[in-house]
């Protein structure tokens, strides 16, 4: 653990507010308030090695009568302060540059806020924040001390529509020579069909910084030979830094509404890259079980997310899995599917392997969701975090699924059990019933398709189990049930 803190304090002078920015990312994102005023709300994670927050943020507007030379002026107030980021384990948080003397490193949360009129006879409007300065140590930027953080976004005053707000923590400290799997976790109101866009950190004249050569936006900084991805459609990034490094990177999220485009915003962010000696990150297998009908999925080119696409009403589950080659480790696996959609949930089971099965509803009025689901081990002092990211949107090509049962029932006794469960089924449709036992990696153990009227009892045998955790999914027509089933022997 020493080594590990002497090599991070070493390589990026966590003890020196001096050579810091206290920047470590931004967002901007917008609300209606009404018909004619917006809320902007911006987002600012601060690395407490560094100076201090802002204290008096201001925003400049940019509209049709407001142009470059002549902004419209107003000040964010502060609504959320000095809120701690949780970048350690939970022994090291007392232990952190947040804590008064702490060499562990520490960020906290500001959120400031503003409400402003909006010009309904424009159809253009832009926002726009800076703060004075990047981090000196910056290693892919030309003159990152003397370049301005800056971020924006635009939307269309004639058009009804929030921005994207972005859910996952900016993570700043990435193992060297590690596969790094991250996703920004953008959710969307209406449901508007999103755009990731790589984009190069701007200044304060909304001009692109200059990259040390030889990076650029699609390279912008040192990775092994697979590069920096970003899904233009998912958003999910991949990459495998090659070197110890301090980089700034930025992205846009672009709202599309009927192929016109309402909406963006940005994240500009920079990131630690250290060696981790034995440390591993979390790894997900590729593959995922997905327990629904009228459902058709398309992973992503490097297998890390993808998009579902479901007929009208259908409702679906899938299960996704991850491991550490650290196998003292503990993952945690968590989703925000119930921020991404109303009626959403997920129900994990954590460990090494841990597991998360994500129930996805029905699409109503919006037709296009994104999510994520984040897999999490427990590494001293910092965790590794894995965030995926899936889209779901409707596919009238599919047809239109039949509703469930409401009163559709699955009561499983006992559990946990040994050599037998009793299944009793209530509420079921005519025809053909599918019960599954899955183990964590997925896998299916026990499959049995029985012929079942209103209401049946199923006795299924379980001694050929090993003792653990399962999933027991019960399948009947448009009805679904998942359950967690433990076998104690």
């Given at each position: ?52 927050a802002p204290t008096n943020p201001i925003l400049h507007v940019y509209d049709c009568t407001h142009m470059s030379v002549n902004p419209l002026v107003y000040q964010l107030q502060n609504t959320i302060n000095a809120q701690i980021v949780p970048v350690v384990s939970a022994p090291y948080l007392g232990q952190t540059t947040c804590s008064g003397g702490g060499n562990y490193p520490g960020i906290e ?260 969701a994104t999510f994520t689901t984040t897999f999490e081990d427990n590494a001293n002092p910092i965790p590794n975090r894995t965030v995926t990211g899936f889209v779901v949107e409707e596919d009238l090509s599919l047809g239109a699924n039949v509703l469930p049962n409401a009163a559709f029932g699955v009561k499983i006794s006992p559990n946990p059990a040994q050599n037998f469960i009793q299944i009793e ?65």
């Open positions: 653990m020493k080594k590990f803190l002497l090599a991070l304090l070493s390589t990026f002078g966590m003890v020196s507010a001096a050579s810091a920015s206290h920047g470590v990312a931004f967002d901007l994102q917008y609300e209606p308030v009404g018909a004619d005023s917006m809320r902007v709300i911006l987002k600012f994670y601060r690395d407490c090695a560094g100076i201090q949360f500001y959120q400031y806020e503003t409400v402003i009129p909006i010009d309904t006879s424009c159809n253009t409007t832009t926002l726009h924040y800076e703060e004075c300065c990047r981090n000196a140590a910056i290693t892919n930027l030309a003159n990152p001390s003397g370049e301005s953080f800056t971020v924006e976004a635009w939307f269309n005053p004639q058009v009804s529509n929030n921005s994207v707000e972005l859910t996952t923590l900016p993570v700043p400290y990435l193992c060297n020579q590690q596969l790094f799997t991250y996703n920004h976790g953008a959710i969307d109101a209406e449901g508007d069909s999103l755009v990731f866009v790589n984009q190069a950190p701007i200044n304060t004249n909304n001009a692109p910084v200059v990259y040390n050569l030889p990076y650029n936006v699609g390279n912008p900084f040192s990775t092994d030979a697979s590069g920096y991805i970003q899904d233009p459609m998912t958003g999910q990034i991949t990459f495998s830094p090659n070197g110890i490094q301090i980089v700034a990177v930025s992205m846009q999220v672009q709202e599309y509404r009927n192929g016109q485009m309402v909406g963006s915003t940005m994240r500009d962010m920079q990131m630690y890259i250290y060696n981790c000696d034995s440390n591993q990150n979390v790894v997900l297998r590729p593959a995922i079980q997905i327990n629904g009908a009228n459902v058709i999925y398309t992973p992503n080119s490097n297998q890390m997310g993808g998009t579902f696409k479901v007929a009208r009403g259908a409702s679906f589950s899938f299960i996704q899995t991850a491991d550490d080659a650290n196998t003292n480790q503990i993952i945690t696996a968590s989703s925000n599917i119930n921020r991404a959609l109303a009626g959403g949930y997920a129900n994990s089971t954590n460990g090494n392997p841990a597991m998360i099965e994500v129930f996805v509803p029905a699409l109503q009025a919006q037709r296009r089924l209530g509420g079921l449709q005519n025809g053909e019933t599918q019960i599954q036992i899955i183990d964590l990696t997925g896998k299916t153990i026990v499959s049995q398709q029985i012929s079942t009227g209103n209401q049946h009892i199923s006795i299924l045998a379980t001694q050929g189990l090993a003792s653990g955790i399962y999933v027991l999914q019960v399948r009947n027509g448009a009805n679904f049930n998942s359950q967690k089933l433990i076998i104690q022997k």
